[in-house]
């Protein structure tokens, strides 16, 4: 079992950044490839960015891509998304999630999630 927690949203005006952590306990952080995914109110939700296992892949989806950076540190059972340039369209609920070895694009193939943090970003 993999527990995930994260935080650092909050509410930040257009041209901002903000990091997001999220923090693993349980099974081995290691073995696992990390997402980050958002969603709005009334939309489904969508994924945002991912990372594999062992920090050499990382993968962006195109609205986020220059502006976003997904990051992790094995050592602190953490992967982290940097956002900067944000935009209103970008205000959603992120949530963190896991899956084995290798990353992918689709909630489906992901095994663990966290309770998901909100992030607003005002015009």
């Known amino acids: 079992q993999v527990q995930l927690v994260e935080s650092g949203g909050g509410l930040v005006q257009a041209g901002g950044s903000l990091r997001l952590s999220c923090a693993s306990s349980?099974?081995?952080?290691?073995?696992?490839?990390m997402g980050w995914f958002r969603q709005a109110p009334g939309k489904e939700r969508e994924f945002v960015a991912a990372i594999s296992w062992n920090d050499r892949s990382t993968y962006y989806a195109d609205s986020v891509k220059g502006r976003f950076t997904i990051s992790r540190d094995n050592t602190k059972n953490t992967v982290y998304l940097q956002m900067d340039s944000l935009k209103p369209e970008d205000t959603a609920v992120y949530y963190c999630?896991?899956?084995?070895?290798?990353?992918?694009?689709?909630?489906?193939?992901?095994?663990?999630w966290g309770q998901g943090t909100q992030v607003t970003v005002s015009s």
């Open positions: 999630a896991a899956r084995k070895v290798a990353w992918a694009t689709t909630t489906q193939a992901y095994d663990y």
């Open positions: 349980g099974r081995t952080f290691s073995g696992y490839a």
